[in-house]
């Protein structure tokens, strides 16, 4: 099996890099990313007004951004805080990376592992979306979140965004298969987290995510049918743990 710094060095750095954004159904110009993204800033939103409801401040929160990719989040939460200079973001592609600098200078980016992450206390909240699908070992997954554990300042929160799976461990295809919610919530016991927030998106049949279904049929369609699909599980779970 692939190591996850392979995976990441392959497939960004590799086989995506020279796609065009009118290819890649992930950009904001196609209806896949951009009505995936609309709705992900949309329980960002909910999760930083949920901090403002328990009395935080939420523009003096200090964010990390694991795996910030290109860095399309990392701008939106440097929007809703209204400092980009308090956002920094990690990760291991060196080419998204640089997109990321490019595309705002003012936030904090860096070429870095998260498993060679050495920070003290030193974040309010630390973001993780789709990275530990690329972890193929329990020790991994726990190395990293130990890590995030001693980063964040006490009191701190890990924003954990994931691709639902059944089984991580069980699956063929470590690229692209998250987590069931109970094993992200042991994996957080066991680092020493509390569970405070759970937001379920889109509906998972068998392999396929719902949202896939905006590169065939209006954002409406889409809706009418994750309300039909009701009983299926979510396609994507973001948890807030608190430290």
Known sequence: MKSYKEVV??????????????NNRYSLINPVGFYSNEKIRKAFYKIFNYFRR??????????LDVGCGAGGHSRFMAELIN???????????????????????????????????????????????????????????TAALRRIHSALKPGGFFVWHEIYARDHFKTKEIESEGYAPAQMDRF????????TLSLPL??????????????????WMVACLEWLL??????????????
Do not use: W
Not at 54 to 63: A, F, R
């Open 9 to 22: 060095e392959e497939r960004y750095d590799g086989r995506e890099k020279d796609v065009h954004i009118y």
């Open 54 to 63: 328990n009395g935080i401040d939420i523009t003096k929160l200090k964010i």
């Open 83 to 141: 400092d980009p200079s308090n956002i920094h973001g990690i990760d291991l592609s060196r080419l998204r990376i640089e997109s990321a600098q490019k595309m705002n200078p003012a936030i904090i980016y860096k070429n870095e592992d998260l498993l060679n992450l050495n920070s003290s206390n030193e974040y309010d909240v630390i973001t993780a979306l789709v990275v530990f699908l690329h972890f193929a070992s329990a020790d991994e997954v």
């Open 188 to 195: 957080c016991r066991e680092s020493g987290f509390v569970k």
């Open 202 to 219: 889109f509906r998972k049949a068998g392999r396929y995510n719902s949202f896939f279904l905006y590169q065939y049929f209006p954002s």
């Open 230 to 243: 009701f009983f299926l599980p979510p396609g994507i779970i973001i948890t807030v743990y608190k430290k």
